[in-house]
């Protein structure tokens, strides 16, 4: 059995417009944040949605398809694993945890 150890699946909407960025190799790699919604009702009979925000990453061929297609509050369903990363900025020490994109499938009607 081939079982996949770091993947994840979402679907949700675009946060902001993708971020392209060039680099000096030839590489490209573009960003965006997505939210994923969740509803339900809680104990007084209310009901609540709960939004939770990722960073993704994507890289080369996918990273200029996206940066096209897509904008703000697109529609998309995207695989890919989750990458931890620290970095130093002003003395304190950060920590982000992104989803390198594998793959993404645009859910918007052709005309949206």
């Known amino acids: 059995m081939n079982t996949l150890k770091n993947h994840v699946q979402l679907i949700g909407r675009l946060g902001n417009d993708p971020e392209l ?3 000096d190799s030839g590489k490209q790699m573009t960003t965006f944040s ?3 919604n969740e509803s339900y009702t809680n104990n007084q009979g209310e009901k609540v949605t709960d939004t939770q925000w990722h ?3 994507a890289w ?3 990273a200029q398809t996206i940066n096209t297609y897509l904008k703000k509050g697109s529609e998309v369903a995207i ?3 989750l990458v931890n ?3 130093e900025k ?3 020490t950060k920590y982000v945890t992104e989803i390198n994109l594998s793959e993404v499938l645009m859910l918007d ?3 949206d």
Request: without cysteine.
């Open 21 to 23: 960025r060039n680099f």
């Open 34 to 36: 997505l939210a994923t």
């Open 55 to 57: 960073h993704v990453v």
């Open 60 to 62: 080369g061929k996918k």
């Open 79 to 81: 695989q890919g694993k």
């Open 85 to 87: 990363r620290k970095y």
């Open 90 to 92: 002003d003395g304190a």
């Open 109 to 111: 009607k052709k005309n």
